[in-house]
């Protein structure tokens, strides 16, 4: 068999490639990039599990989530690592960007490798806003609720996104089909794209190094296989150790089925979008679009072109002052937004829209949710009378 295969695949070739040494001081840091690809295979992994016994209908999806909870076995440790492994996934995706930063590694001629990089932050994202509507509970519906009528702000193209994304003027069964659909088809497809492109990128330029090291140094480092994999694979089984005994110890939280005509409710996001969450309470009025659209939209694109606008000379960060300034303060504002969005009441503007009126009750329609109002109609606006419900059950 062995010389089979070695008779038609290049392995040597392939061998001598990986058994190439790497710069040497490559420390624990440069494992984030592989945790970041095992947490990603590990909740593609899990999803196809949870995708055998989940039904993305408005009537069955709660029941279903519930089913695989209680009832499939495992299904409660699956859908744990499922959960947990999101936010590690953000968590490791977001130290490995930090790591990028604080060694320069994004320096010509690494640029592109960050480009996909970043892409592969907001794909990351992306998953974590389409997954978080799936269980179809009261948390799901009004977050997205929320999700949706922020994108909806952006000038130009955002009621087509809304709408697009809704697949009507509501939040209902073609929304959950949409976002199913973006979660388990769209998404995986950009994001293993992506990740063969960054990794092409990652083999073609060979690992950074630290700043300073000598032409030397650069090729007299442990070899990647099989040093570097030994070290990568410890750390993979770390991270399942500890996501594993999550699952095990700390349950999912399940709310009760959505529930469209509570106002009441008060809607949360996930906790790595709480920090924009938060910024939306400080951007009142016809301020509002600074939080929702221009700074998150503003920072996502210089962070996108961070290579290109950072031209100063690669240096660990303590020694560039104006990266270092500018990089600490991002750290300090996210993690200080998502502190106070963590503990904050209601989000004002929100809560304002969506309370009903004595006479009259916000509803999705009950049916498939396509229904459509006028053009351009927003969501917090679609009221029904009390005769109108009694109608439409
Ligand atoms: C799903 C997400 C991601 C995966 C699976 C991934 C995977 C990897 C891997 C395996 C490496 C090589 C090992 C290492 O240096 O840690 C790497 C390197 C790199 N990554 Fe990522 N990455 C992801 C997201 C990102 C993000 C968000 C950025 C920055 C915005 C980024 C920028 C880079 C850069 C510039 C390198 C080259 C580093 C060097 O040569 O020293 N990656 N990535």
Redesign the pocket.
Known sequence: MKQFLHDRLPLDEVMTHLRKPLPKHINLL?????L??FL?LLQAATGAFLALSYSPSPDHAHNAVKYITEEVPFGSFVRGLHHWGASAMVVI?FL??L??VL?G??KAP?EL??VV??L??LV?LGFGFTGYLLPWDEKAYWATVVGVEIASTAPGLGDVVAKVLRGGSEIGAVTLSRFYALHTIWLPWI?FSL?GI??FL?RF?G??GKPKNTPDEMKSGKPFYPDQVFEDLLGMLIIFIILASVAIFVPVPLEDVADPTNAEYDPRPEWYFLFLFQLLKYFQGPFEILGTFIIPTVGMLLLLFLPFLDRSEREVLWKRPIALTVTSVCVVAIVGLTILGASAPKLETVEAEVQPTDDTQQITPLDTGIEETEEGEDVFDFELTDEEIEEAK
């Open positions: 440069f494992s984030l990039g592989s970041a690809l990603l995706v490995h960007l790591r990028v060694y590694s994004y690494r490798t960050w990089g970043v592969l932050l990351v994001a990740v960054h990794l990652v330029y690992s950074s």
